[in-house]
């Protein structure tokens, strides 16, 4: 009874959510193609010029602009976020959908070896992939894409396990369809739902890992521009610029709280059961 | 409630055993001769074959693991390549000065942030609600590297009541350590206030909605006996499992915030390791973390049946 | 525990001088009670009026929207914050709940009005020990120590019949039966005696035997104190036998109110004729063929549950079915009965292949299902199943036309063209004609999901359907449209039927022949009639004492009468 008043206005979070993440990938794609100036030319001359009218964002300490190396490092940050979540999702979506379907000991030994790597903290098991793959975008990209392939790997299965609980699928199974052919048509599609919600919970989740990697050095190695590394090489010119500190930051937080925003009006709309609760 | 507890253990056994297999198999992913991995480039031949013999590798990798785990449980997680210390002592160490920062902030966040959003959801969509969810969400947003690299800027460098750089233990000089660990903390409890704010709200929610809510109500209770008398204990059993994952997390994310204020903590142990190639001590810090991660979230199960007698009847 | 304890005559007589004794003040009065959704002003409760008089029982029915639960729950003051009351009056004992402040309102709540829930499971704190339940109230309200309260609660427990009232008291609610639950939160209720207790769908939630156990000693309970009842339902016969006045309400209006008996026997407004007509009422016996070979045969069917597994010790499995032998003849309906646990979900699902027998075999026109491919094929395509609950039967990601059209998949002899007009022509045949093929499930209300269902169920022409719970999920104006239906399109198509339930009044509907089970084994079989009018087992006996028999009187009304339970005289 309490949603059919709200339900006709949109709701604020997917508005700002949604308007912050448009400006994200309109950024991204800009950069990716056009920048103001190139984001790897250095110029000493300018080094470490305030925001103004030629530099907007102001320069770093190598005279590089601010502003191209923002919309430089959006342009990579969500290209590798796209491509590890990708990855997660078909990994994942598959370990999963391959348990809930076997069920019985093959679930069990699949899902203790996840619960194993789900028991690896944060991005301990991506640091610890890093230390073997090698710190560099395909590194970052394999090590986030399996680190987080667990965690997809478990709301699929969890997924699947409820869905068979439901009527639908008996009846798919009175009608005669076989096991395979209930998975495709009825169950996979069931799982698109819950999926969107932790792909778009996750996108920001790798945005955040990766700007950590490479803020600690472990990420896309300079030059080449990304939000990280822009704020870990700020650090020691933080009493003289302070913009140089403050405008990835400000990247990084404004692209999570769209995405926090925009998962929270998702999962209201998609997840049923938590309806209501916002 | 001895059968539930006896269970739990026992359910953290494999894991930890796959913890320990994974550990092993990643570290010899990496190419190469794995005692010269364990040794560095200095070693020499004779200690080398040394190595070879005690890691058992002319034998199968079964019992290599065997040989391997069996050190670990006895303490013995090998020699750091660029230190030449001991692993576990070193580790240890480390541990310390990161476990201190991460509970306090997170006891702390939980002691405010638990009976915000017990309150936001009594007072649901309501301005305060309202406020208090979009404080958390913005928090929860900005990393913990740049709320530590603004507080930085601003107790630091602009009202320089804190001191920037360095890290004085709280053993050798009391006064001068707590004010080295303000601003770690205070980063993480802003961090992690929006993160329990917004699941202590969202489970007072599911449960504030329940027949059993308006059964208390219906007796004549006053709101605030229904609000912490019957609502807060069953609403906090989500909040408390999220801590533990929270306390886990952190001390496998702590590297960022310990580089921020350069701590010498064991995230930066690790990520120090990483650019060493130390691979004696990434090894020994990912066991411990993982371990540790384990147990932790043992206990916080362990404690679950005080807010949900139904968990241990199962 | 046993009905035997109460006579069937504890509601009605002497609650009836109460309530035609008119002269005393009302204890509750409502009057033009209205109610609207806050945002779109879609109006909930329409100008609703009733008392209720000190001491008697008064019922609200109506179907799922009719307001009942609102205007209720209002009485003490409950209205959902998207709700505003936009007129009326609640007046209990004379004062104006509405103007009532905060402190007053909760002086009111639980001692003067009492409230009992729909579902046992969930009204009562599952973290807190039932004694600090249940003194809870006692210590608010009551100025008596500690001592005196626990003495109370004790002899409470007791009374409503909980076997260890001691250890209750150091007792979760998980730890008791739903049905015991509601003892509880019955006990809670009355420990203070209040003068009003709103009773909301009480025993909906409840197996049919224990149902009449908990409304018995609700009755007495209340009687035994004076507590006049306020008994909201949508069940009218359950209303009929325990109120002496009942309001009925329709979609926020009360379209008609008046004593038990007039509005059952002279219904004045054509939706009570409507809901007396949905009442399920037994139809001449048919006349089916005696002999011939059963199209599906069961013998000694045995079905195990896997206990559960945990680390120290593996509990054994839990049989659920200890050798069921059943026959289905051609053109035959045959029913299911039994209380929850007693195995009939599980004998229709083993014999729908979704659960796998550990023993015992099915024959399909004679032929052993197990032994060959094309048998089982044969029976495969031959055999269907409607579910219980609509909203979750149907794929939501599926058109009704993809729904329906599904089964025909695995059809080789028709054409494309030949299965799309199948589909119009089953959807035509359960009335879903015009523009519904491109719907999605959730555009349709709880009966139109149902058709879907049937027509899912029927569309491949299968010659036998098994039905679980068909109607048990539905209002009861749809439950008699749908049941309707199916009766309709078995007639016509002539298939035969397992039909699974738990309500006997549908059975006595639908059924020709009627299997009664409990705990996994049948305990009685045999011809509809001989099983209603002349049961010999103890539990069927049990199970016909909570349904009422109907006799039309004419004119849209009806007379009701009880079956007596076990070990009662026979009226």
């Known amino acids: 009874m309490n949603g059919h008043g709200r339900m006709k206005l949109p709701a604020p979070n997917a508005l700002v959510g949604g308007t912050l993440i448009a400006i994200l990938l309109a950024t991204a794609g800009t950069g990716a193609l056009w920048t103001p100036y190139d984001p790897l030319k250095l110029s000493f001359r300018e080094k470490l010029v305030a925001p103004g009218a030629l530099h907007w964002l102001g320069t770093d300490e190598f005279g590089r602009d601010v502003l191209s190396r923002l919309m430089a490092g959006a342009a990579t940050s969500v290209w590798i976020s796209i491509l590890t979540v990708t990855l997660a999702v078909v990994m994942g979506t598959t370990i999963g959908l391959f348990s809930g379907y076997m069920r019985g000991w093959t679930d069990r030994i699949i899902m203790a070896f996840n619960d194993a790597l789900l028991a690896f903290p944060g991005i301990l098991l991506a640091l610890g992939l890093l230390a073997v793959l090698g710190a560099n975008k395909y590194g970052i990209i394999v090590a986030l894409g399996i680190a987080y392939t667990p965690s997809v790997a478990r709301v699929v299965r969890g997924t699947v396990l409820s869905l068979r609980e439901r009527e639908f699928i008996a009846a798919s199974r009175v009608m005669g369809n076989g096991e395979g052919f209930t998975m495709l048509r009825h169950i996979l599609p069931n799982c698109i739902a819950p999926l969107t919600v932790l792909a778009t919970s996750m996108f920001g989740y790798v945005l955040l890992a990766e700007s950590a990697l490479s803020f600690l050095g472990l990420g896309v190695p300079p030059p080449a521009p990304t939000w990280g590394n822009m704020l870990a090489g700020s650090r020691p010119y933080i009493d003289q610029a302070v913009w140089l500190g403050i405008f990835p930051g400000l990247c990084i937080s404004l692209t999570l709280l769209g995405i926090n925003l925009l998962g929270d009006a998702l999962r209201d709309k998609l997840d049923p059961r938590m309806r209501g609760a916002r | ?314 | 525990m046993s009905t035997k304890a109460f006579s069937s005559e504890v509601g009605t007589g002497s609650r009836e001088e109460n309530a035609s004794n008119k002269a005393t003040a009302p204890l509750l009065d409502v009057a033009d009670l209205t109610l609207k959704l806050g945002a779109s002003g879609r109006t909930l409760v329409n100008a609703v009026s009733f008392q209720v008089f000190p001491g008697e029982i008064v019922g609200i029915v109506g179907e799922s929207g009719s307001g009942k639960t609102l205007a209720a729950r209002a009485v003490m003051g409950f209205i959902p914050p998207a709700v505003r009351l936009t007129g009326g009056t609640i007046r209990f004992e004379g004062q104006d709940v509405m103007a009532m402040s905060g402190k007053d309102l909760r002086a009111m709540r639980g001692s003067r009005v009492g409230m009992v829930f729909q579902e046992p499971m969930t009204s009562l704190n599952p973290s807190m020990l039932i004694g600090r339940q249940l003194d809870e109230g006692l210590e608010l309200h009551r100025k008596l120590d500690s001592g005196q309260r626990k003495a109370l609660v004790l002899d409470m427990l007791r009374r409503v019949g909980i076997r260890d009232p001691e250890g209750a008291l150091e007792s979760y609610p998980h730890q008791f039966s739903g049905g015991m639950r509601q003892r509880i939160m019955l006990a809670s209720v009355m420990l203070l005696k209040p003068a009003l207790l709103l009773a909301d769908e009480p025993t909906t939630a409840l197996d049919a035997v224990v149902q009449r156990d908990v409304m018995e000693l609700m009755v007495e309970l209340t009687q035994a104190n004076d507590t006049a009842v306020l008994l909201i339902s949508h069940d009218l016969g359950m209303v009929a036998r325990y109120c002496s006045r009942i309001v009925v309400m329709c979609q926020g209006d009360v379209v008609e109110q008046g004593t038990a008996e007039d509005i059952l026997a002279r219904p004045q407004h054509p939706y009570t004729r409507k809901l007396l007509a949905a009442m399920p009422q037994r139809l001449p016996a048919r006349f089916l063929p005696e002999g011939g070979t059963p199209i599906v045969a069961v013998r000694d069917l045995v079905v195990d549950y896997p206990g559960r597994q945990g680390f120290f010790r593996k509990s054994a499995p839990k049989r659920a079915l200890h050798g069921v032998s059943i026959d289905v003849k051609p053109g035959e309906v045959v029913a299911v009965v039994g209380g929850s646990g007693s195995g009939k979900t599980t004998l229709g699902q083993s014999i729908a292949g979704l659960v796998r027998p550990a023993g015992g075999e099915i024959l399909f026109n004679g032929k052993p299902i197990a032994k060959s491919d094309t048998a089982y094929w044969d029976y495969r395509l031959n055999c269907q199943m409607v579910f219980q609950d609509p909203y979750s039967s149907l794929d939501p990601r599926m058109t009704i036309q993809q729904l329906v059209g599904e089964p025909l998949r695995l059809v080789e002899a028709m054409s494309a063209a030949q299965k799309k007009a199948r589909v119009a022509e089953v959807l035509t045949e359960v009335g879903l004609g015009d523009g519904f093929g491109q719907r999605y499930p959730h555009e349709l209300s709880g009966g139109q999901r149902q058709r879907v269902a049937i027509a899912r169920a029927i569309v491949r022409r299968p010659s036998f359907v098994i039905a679980d719970e068909p109607v048990s999920a539905l209002d009861v104006t749809v439950r008699a449209q749908v049941l309707e239906l199916f009766d309709e399109l078995q007639k016509k198509h002539g298939f035969s039927c397992l039909f699974i339930s738990h309500d006997l009044g549908v059975v006595e509907q639908v059924a020709d022949r009627v299997i009664v089970m409990h705990e996994g084994r049948i305990v009685e079989e045999g011809p509809r009639d001989a099983i209603f009018d002349d049961p010999q087992h103890d539990y069927t006996r049990k199970l016909l004492s909570a349904v009422p028999g109907l006799e039309s009187t004419g004119d849209g009304g009806v007379r009701l009468f009880w079956r007596r339970g076990e070990g009662e005289a026979s009226a």
């Open chain 2, 1 to 314: 409630m001895f059968r539930f507890a006896l269970t739990r253990i026992a359910m953290a056994l494999p894991t930890l055993l796959i913890v320990a297999v994974s550990v092993f198999v990643l570290i010899r992913l990496i190419p190469g001769d794995p005692a010269q991995l364990m040794l560095g480039d200095l070693a020499t031949p004779a200690s080398l074959a040394d190595l070879r013999t005690r890691l058992g590798l002319d034998q199968s990798l079964p019992v290599q693991f065997g040989i391997w785990f069996g050190n670990v449980l006895h303490g013995d997680f090998g020699q750091s390549i660029s230190s030449q210390q001991a692993v576990l002592p070193l580790i240890l160490q480390r541990f310390l000065v990161s476990a201190q920062i991460v509970l306090v902030a997170v006891v702390l966040a939980s002691l405010f942030a638990v009976p915000a959003g017990v309150i936001a959801a009594w007072r649901q969509d309501s301005a305060l609600d309202i406020g208090l969810v979009g404080a958390a969400t913005l928090l929860l947003s900005i990393p913990t590297f740049w709320l530590g690299l603004l507080l930085l800027l601003f107790f630091g460098l602009k009202l320089g009541w804190l001191p920037v750089v360095g890290y004085v233990s709280i053993a050798d000089d009391w006064k001068a350590g707590l004010l080295y660990l303000v601003m770690p903390i205070m980063t993480l409890f802003l961090h992690e206030m929006g993160v329990v704010l917004r699941m202590a709200r969202a489970s007072t929610l599911e449960v504030l909605r329940l027949d059993y809510i308006t059964h208390a109500r219906a007796k004549g209770l006053s709101e605030s006996a229904v609000l912490w008398r019957h609502a807060f204990k069953n609403a906090f059993g989500p909040t408390w499992t999220l801590i533990g994952l929270v306390l886990g997390n952190l001390l496998g994310g702590i590297a960022v915030v310990e580089t921020v204020f350069t701590i010498p903590g064991l995230g930066r142990l690790l990520v120090d390791a990483i650019f060493a190639r130390d691979y004696p001590v990434i090894q020994g810090c990912m066991l411990f973390v993982a371990f540790t991660y384990v147990l932790v979230n043992l206990v916080i199960d362990l404690c679950y049946p005080i807010f949900d007698p139904r968990v241990a009847a199962e």
